[in-house]
């Protein structure tokens, strides 16, 4: 009973050392975005300061368009996830529940996408979305991430995982494939729903390269883009910067914390099964 009384205690602290390991940074963050720019450069550095200032974040604020960064954002990364989820959840049905020929074949090939790096066809993607006049545009944004290998797998093998008795009964009762989708499937798939709803919102809320390729007006920015044209622009302040990288990573923090249930759920019950 000792040895298991130290042997929890010592798990207990190294939890602990791991979740400040964690948090640190973003303490950091927070506390240096309400310090004075000569305080955030002084060396050597100090996590505490003698005064504090909301004057980084009324800068922000004055400086760029900050509402307008935020409601693109807003827009793009909603319109991703909704598209997202649901043709993913199509897709996913489809692999996990119907038979047809190269099923596997085409499901594997899928997969492989998963290895090329955005950076290989960010250049074709970018002609395309010009031939196609999308430029600027949310649509453009949007379009070409409706859909995602991660999410098709991810959906995969939650549907996987259903017992096969929920759409045999709906057959017999006369419910055709899209129907059996829409009305049994989809209402059990919840979990892995929001699981993949905060995954690609994190991708694209965060996603810096991506919006900055297809987007060249002020007016279009999203918000990532456009802290990377502040701290551009404004190198050698540092406190703005910081205060705008708050401001952005507080709606996902909030999402997260409402929804972490649902997310540890949904990643438990999909199993990731081949």
């Known amino acids: 009973m000792r040895k298991q009384t130290i042997g929890n205690i010592g798990y207990q602290v190294i939890m602990i050392l791991i979740v400040i390991l964690i948090m640190f940074p973003f303490f950091w963050l927070l506390i240096s975005s309400l310090k004075f720019e000569k305080d955030i450069i002084s060396f050597p550095p100090k996590i505490f300061s003698n005064q504090y200032t909301f004057e980084n974040y009324i800068h922000v604020w004055s400086t760029i368009p900050l509402l ?6 807003v827009i793009f990364a909603g319109g991703v996830v909704i598209t997202s989820v649901f043709f993913d959840s ?8 119907m038979n047809f020929k190269g099923r596997t074949l085409l499901f594997y090939m899928i997969l492989l996408t998963m290895m090329i790096p955005f950076q290989v066809f960010m250049i074709p993607l970018f002609i395309e979305v ?7 545009t949310y649509w453009g944004l949007i379009i070409p991430r409706m859909t995602s290998p991660f999410g098709i797998f991810l959906m995969r093998s939650f549907f996987i995982s259903l017992p096969r008795d929920l759409e045999e009964a709906a057959r017999v009762d006369g419910l055709n494939e899209f129907k059996i989708f829409l009305k049994i499937m989809l209402p ?6 929001l699981t993949l709803g905060i995954f690609t919102l994190m991708n694209n809320w965060n996603d810096l390269l991506y919006p900055l390729l297809l987007t060249s007006t002020a007016e279009m920015r999203t918000l990532p883009a456009g802290l990377a044209l502040l701290a551009g622009q404004n190198i050698s302040f540092y406190g703005p910067v910081m205060a705008g990288s708050v401001i952005s990573l507080l709606p996902l923090l909030i999402i997260y914390i409402f929804a972490q249930k649902y997310f540890v759920q949904g990643m438990a019950m999909s199993g990731l099964k081949e």
């Open 130 to 136: 010009n031939k196609l006049s999308m430029l600027d």
């Open 68 to 73: 307008d960064y935020i409601r693109n954002t």
């Open 90 to 97: 199509l897709a996913g049905y489809a692999f996990a529940r």
């Open 188 to 193: 059990l798939c919840k979990p892995a729903m």
